[in-house]
């Protein structure tokens, strides 16, 4: 069964950092993404990398996040700094395979106080 584990939200205060991972138990992942939901909202994208490396994020997260991937690993990461109370939210890794399967995490949960 595949699987993408999440691990490292957590509770923070505004202007501080945290760092998600994600690990994946397959390989040949085309597009790498981290997704985050707020509470009665529809989930949204957050930064999305690419097996060659390029890179997009949403608006709201650009120049504080970089997401980044090891694929010798199967990892992909998204570094959150300046966090803002506006970042609290479930958030969700996502992997699209080569042949276009889409598979999810479960969700891990971000908390950034005022």
């Known amino acids: 069964q595949v699987q993408l584990v999440e691990s490292g939200g957590g509770w923070v205060q505004a202007g501080g950092s945290l760092r998600l991972s994600c690990a994946a138990s397959?390989?040949?992942?085309?597009?790498m993404a981290w997704y985050r939901q707020h509470p009665g909202k529809q989930r949204e994208l957050v930064a999305a990398i690419t097996s060659l490396g390029s890179a997009k994020y949403a608006d709201s997260v650009k120049g504080r996040f970089t997401i980044s991937r090891d694929d010798a690993k199967n990892m992909v990461y998204l570094q959150m700094n300046s966090l803002k109370p506006e970042d609290t939210a479930v958030y969700y890794c996502?992997?699209?395979?080569?042949?276009?399967?889409?598979?999810w995490g479960q969700g891990t949960q971000v908390t950034v106080s005022s």
């Open positions: 397959i390989s040949d992942i085309d597009t």
């Open positions: 996502n992997a699209i395979e080569v042949h276009g399967i889409v598979y």
